[in-house]
Nanobody, 124 residues
Framework: QIQLEESGGDSVQVGGSLRLSCVAS????????WGWIRQGPGKERERIAA??????????TYADSVKGRFTISTDSAKHILYLQMDSLKAEDTGTYYCAADTDYATYLTKPSFWGRGTQVTVSS
């Protein structure tokens, strides 16, 4: 079992920045996929950024909606996943979840491990 806990959500103005953090704890495997999934009001969940934790884990993927504005990074030693969000837009408003799975296909469809989420509100 991987426990995930997000933090860093806040209310900011359009054009502002935030950095979210996700700390993994518990029985952490040597390799797994993790990333950020968000859900805006009245919208479906959207996978926005993901990366691989483990040996050779440098590849990242981004949704087109955040590419060039958001950056995912990790502190592998501390098992922390970050999401730097710049040039925030009103449509970035939502609950941001950290999710993980040891299998990539499962991560893409129904990750086994989720945090409780952190709220991001972007207003003009």
């Amino acid at each position: 079992q991987i426990q995930l806990e997000e933090s860093g959500g806040d209310s900011v103005q359009v054009g502002g920045s935030l950095r979210l953090s996700c700390v993994a704890s518990g029985d952490i495997p040597g390799a797994f996929f993790w990333g950020w999934i968000r859900q805006g009001p009245g919208k479906e969940r959207e996978r926005i950024a993901a990366t691989f934790f483990g040996v050779g884990g440098n590849s990242v993927t981004y949704a087109d909606s955040v590419k060039g504005r958001f950056t995912i990074s990790t502190d592998s030693a501390k098992h922390i996943l970050y999401l730097q969000m710049d040039s925030l837009k009103a449509e970035d408003t939502g609950t941001y979840y950290c999710a993980a799975d040891t299998d990539y296909a499962t991560y893409l469809t129904k990750p086994s491990f989720w945090g409780r989420g952190t709220q991001v509100t972007v207003s003009s």
